[in-house]
């Protein structure tokens, strides 16, 4: 596992063989930033489920202008918190549930131009992360929701799925507010 792009670009990341987590393919992410490079520079980045790192890590490196980590896990995060060593860039990370953290962020007034939500496989509560992102007005208004699954299916009522891509056994959906003027991705 590297940092494929950007500045930090072939920095070597810990983590990959860790038993309770999940991290994002090279290939994978490679794809994701090729179609959010647009969007990257300048942004407010929310990595949710962060695991060890890796997405916002690579977000720091394409110059997210700020990248927010949580992890609820010791592990994960202790080889978050290697992982970031060298990073130079503005981050903060918390170690909350899911729930008490987007509820920490929205207290805080904090909007993310890009949220990335990578759960648990069969995370049962996706209807309610995302309600809640909405309700608290986590999202920018031009903002996005990248959301790594194992589900074929996503549709949240208030959502836009705007991109959809399979790799492997998952699916990466690129998704706005429904109420805002859409552009492509």
Known sequence: MRVISGEYRGKKLLGQDLEKTRPTKDRTKESIFAIIQEKIKGSIFLDLFAGTGAIGIEALSNNAKKVYFNEINAEPLNILKKNLKGIKTDYQIKQLDYAVAIKSYAESKLTFDIIYLDPPYGFRSIDKLLRKI????????????????????????GYLTVNKKKYGKSYVYFIKNKSVKQDNI
């Open 134 to 157: 909405k309700e608290y007005k986590l999202l920018a208004d031009d903002g996005i929701i990248i959301f790594e699954t194992d589900k074929s299916d996503l549709s949240v009522l």
